[in-house]
């Protein structure tokens, strides 16, 4: 199954932890808050997730390859907005 999870705004709730990376990369426990997300998905049997990115989406992309093998994610795609 497949699920696409929004990981574009600007976070200005969250600004003091935004400044310098997007919101799916704060850190929760260790891991990227995305790596949580990700890992509830997959535990309800989702295997493919579209990552909507947008806002800091560049940095998002470095660290898709490590959250990919943290959660042994079958297919990951994700689309950059513009």
């Not at 940095?59 to 959250?67: A, D, F, V």
């Amino acid at each position: 199954m497949k699920v696409a999870i929004l990981c574009g705004g600007k976070g200005m709730r969250m600004h003091q932890l935004t400044e310098d990376i997007p919101k799916p990369l704060v850190s929760v426990c260790g891991k990227p808050l995305l790596w949580h997300i990700m890992k509830t998905y997959k535990y309800y049997g989702f295997n493919e997730f579209i990552l909507l990115l947008g806002y800091k989406g560049k940095k998002s992309r470095s660290i898709l390859l490590m959250i990919n093998g943290c959660t042994t994610v079958l297919h990951l795609i994700h689309v950059l907005e513009r």
